[in-house]
């Protein structure tokens, strides 16, 4: 059996994070000592470690909630793992597209300006008008 401390230190969660997901439902909750210290056994260890993973690969907790649901699932219902996964990756490349829109739009304004300050800012000018851009490029969605 393992305390909180224990649990965050070996899977990087902190503990009220670790609190945040018994209160979500994503970890059951832990039985208690005489003292009312939780005390989580090996399944909470690997189902934090699968949260943790999860969540470092990006995914919402919705998501993950949607993985965990599938535990012991079979045959057709398996397939809600590979629509998450594929949804996640479409995700990713569009934030990646996005960033990139970003990068070329920053390139540009950096090299507006040759740094020497006798003159109206050519940066602090493309900054403040939109309509300056080369293209859209929002960054949040």
């Known amino acids: 059996m393992y305390s909180i401390g224990y649990l965050s230190?070996?899977?990087?969660?902190?503990?009220?994070?670790?609190?945040?997901?018994?209160?979500k439902g994503l970890l059951p909750r832990p039985d208690r000592t005489a003292g009312n210290q939780r005390r989580y056994d090996d399944?909470?260890?690997?189902?934090?470690?699968?949260?943790?993973h999860c969540r470092d690969l990006g995914?919402?907790?919705?998501?993950v909630e949607g993985l965990l649901s599938l535990e012991g699932a079979s045959g057709g219902d398996?397939?809600?793992?590979?629509e998450i996964?594929?949804?996640?990756?479409?995700?990713?490349?569009?934030?990646?597209?996005?960033l990139r829109s970003l990068e070329?739009?920053?390139?540009r304004i950096s090299k507006a300006c040759d740094g020497k300050h006798d003159h109206v800012c050519a940066v602090l000018h493309a900054f403040g008008d939109h309509s300056e851009c080369a293209g859209p490029h929002?960054?949040?969605?």
């Open 138 to 141: 929002v960054h949040s969605k």
């Open 85 to 98: 996964a594929e949804r996640q990756l479409a995700d990713l490349r569009d934030r990646i597209s996005r």
């Open 59 to 63: 995914l919402p907790l919705t998501d």
């Open 9 to 23: 230190r070996h899977t990087r969660v902190k503990v009220p994070t670790i609190r945040f997901y018994e209160d």
């Open 43 to 52: 399944t909470a260890l690997k189902r934090l470690l699968f949260i943790r």
């Open 78 to 82: 398996l397939n809600q793992a590979h």
């Open 104 to 107: 070329a739009e920053l390139t």
